[in-house]
T-cell receptor
Framework: KAGVTQTPRYLIKTRGQQVTLSCSPI?????VSWYQQTPGQGLQFLFE???????NKGNFPGRFSGRQFSNSRSEMNVSTLELGDSALYLC?????????????FGPGTRLTVL | QQQVKQSPQSLIVQKGGISIINCAYE??????FPWYQQFPGKGPALLIA?????SEKKEGRFTISFNKSAKQFSLHIMDSQPGDSATYFC??????????????FGTGTLLAVQP
């Protein structure tokens, strides 16, 4: 079974631009969660989508948004990029939503904002 | 109250030794505690997980010890190997938060196992 794939793997943008990151979950998985990983803040939950609905959202500004498609693929968008948005963005998929589900992480998209 | 505190920040262990990483939490609503292992350039991978109804769970060389009254849990890696060198994250989640997959992560421990 193929794992979670994220595209692109690396991205360089400038302040003020917007960016869209893509995540393809493991086949059959309907839940996709997004996390931001930085050296200073560690791994922080952004949001989770299940069956095309946002189930939960972390403490991030409205510039961070996401969506999920009917095939469970998910995208996250960051508008008006700031230097502090430079991070590794990780996507995790699981079969369903709930506290005890094993989440499988992709390799991440490394975003650098200049 | 949503934090999970992890220590130490880094750890050096000799091959064959025991690696111990500790985590503490405040939110008593947490009832699922996974540990993740992350190698450079990769996403975190689930290593082992525990729920508070047991005090210990062992899978191979990896053991989680859980102390509900102290709100602490730890990961023990027995017979540590150079291949175990990675960053380890503890995490917690609560089913009360709308039954979602939201994980609260500790700050991570960089483990180096010297040959």
């Amino acid at each position: 079974k193929a794992g979670v794939t994220q595209t692109p793997r690396y991205l360089i943008k400038t302040r003020g631009q917007q960016v869209t990151l893509s995540c393809s979950p493991i086949s059959g998985h309907r839940s996709v969660s997004w996390y931001q990983q930085t050296p200073g803040q560690g791994l922080q939950f952004l949001f989770e989508y299940f069956s095309e609905t946002q189930r939960n959202k972390g403490n991030f500004p409205g510039r961070f948004s996401g969506r999920q498609f009917s095939n469970s693929r998910s995208e996250m968008n960051v508008s008006t990029l700031e230097l502090g948005d430079s991070a590794l963005y990780l996507c995790a998929s699981s079969f369903t939503s709930g506290a005890y589900n094993e989440q499988f992480f992709g390799p991440g998209t490394r975003l650098t904002v200049l | 109250q949503q934090q999970v505190k992890q220590s130490p920040q880094s750890l050096i262990v000799q091959k064959g030794g025991i690696s111990i990483i500790n985590c503490a939490y405040e939110n008593t609503a947490f009832d699922y505690f996974p540990w993740y292992q992350q190698f450079p350039g990769k996403g975190p991978a689930l290593l082992i997980a525990i729920r508070p109804d047991v005090s210990e769970k062992k899978e191979g060389r990896f053991t989680i010890s859980f102390n509900k009254s102290a709100k602490q849990f730890s990961l023990h890696i027995m017979d540590s190997q150079p291949g175990d060198s990675a960053t380890y994250f503890c995490a917690a989640s609560s089913p009360l938060v709308g039954a979602t997959n939201k994980l609260i992560f500790g700050t991570g421990t960089l483990l180096a196992v010297q040959p």
